[in-house]
């Protein structure tokens, strides 16, 4: 039986709440922490960097797994306890009992990682995306870079509102480097006019060493503004199958 009924959209990556979690472990050797949050909907695997290529390989066996759970309706503590006992494999390792609790994920960071400093979340924290709004300059490079703006691998994506009214979709490959945004053709000038600041801002994000995914997660609780429209922090993140399914949302 499941806790909830089933979605597209991924279980989000961040949460500030306490975290429940197993090791990840191969060949007698910790390579990371697949976690889920006692409170929200988030869960994820946490990769130990001291175990670069088994923890890489541990990671991207361990979300496939955790979209799984996320499909077939799991909460996140439904998701992590799913496979716990499941035999190892040369690639993924196995979950090791037992069950513990971290008080934030923060603290699960610091035990998996201790002392390492996240560059990309400090910058994040010092340069928030949106700030060309608030009146800091973002840091840009003297010719100007952008994502991709073109994949073929499904894409994440977040609706952009101005109240009640949605004027495009922000959005990021879940697979290669590829992000950009959408205006949504209901929406008309006014959706396009959103693209602009939209786009500015991906750009900051890219100078500043995010990749697309995190990007597009940090710019979740954007406050909203006249032109740009805004995202609500508690906006879900969904999935498209391509881009061109995108588009047909967006243009529908």
């Not at 990309?120 to 010092?126: D, F, L, N, P, W």
């Not at 959706?191 to 697309?212: E, F």
């Amino acid at each position: 039986m499941t806790g909830r009924k089933p979605t597209g959209e991924p279980y989000s990556q961040r949460t500030n709440g306490p975290v429940r979690y197993y090791a990840i472990v191969r060949d007698g050797k910790t390579v990371g922490y697949l976690w889920a949050s006692v409170d929200d909907d988030a869960a994820s695997c946490l990769r130990r960097l001291a175990k670069k290529e088994e923890s890489l390989r541990a990671y991207r066996v361990w979300n496939e797994r955790l979209k799984e759970s996320k499909a077939l309706g799991l909460t996140p503590l439904q998701a992590l306890r799913r496979w716990v006992g499941a035999g190892e494999s040369d690639d993924h390792g196995v979950l090791v009992a037992p069950e513990r609790q971290a008080s934030t994920l923060t603290e699960l960071q610091e035990i998996a990682n201790p002392g390492h400093v996240d560059r990309v979340e400090q910058q994040r924290r010092a340069n928030p995306l949106g700030s060309w709004r608030r009146g800091v300059p973002p840091v840009v490079s003297y010719r100007p870079r952008d994502y991709p703006k073109t994949t073929e691998a499904p894409v994440r994506y977040v609706p952009v509102t101005r109240g009640t009214t949605v004027l495009g979709y922000l959005w990021a490959s879940a697979a290669d480097d590829a992000a950009s945004y959408l205006y949504r053709r209901a929406a008309g000038d006014d959706g396009v006019n959103s693209g602009v600041p939209w786009r500015k801002a991906l750009r900051a994000a890219l100078d500043y060493g995010m990749t697309p995914l995190q990007a597009l997660h940090h710019a979740i609780g954007t406050p909203e503004d006249d032109r740009a429209g805004g995202i609500p922090a508690d906006t879900p993140v969904s999935e498209a199958p391509s881009l061109a399914a995108l588009r047909d949302i967006a243009g529908a």
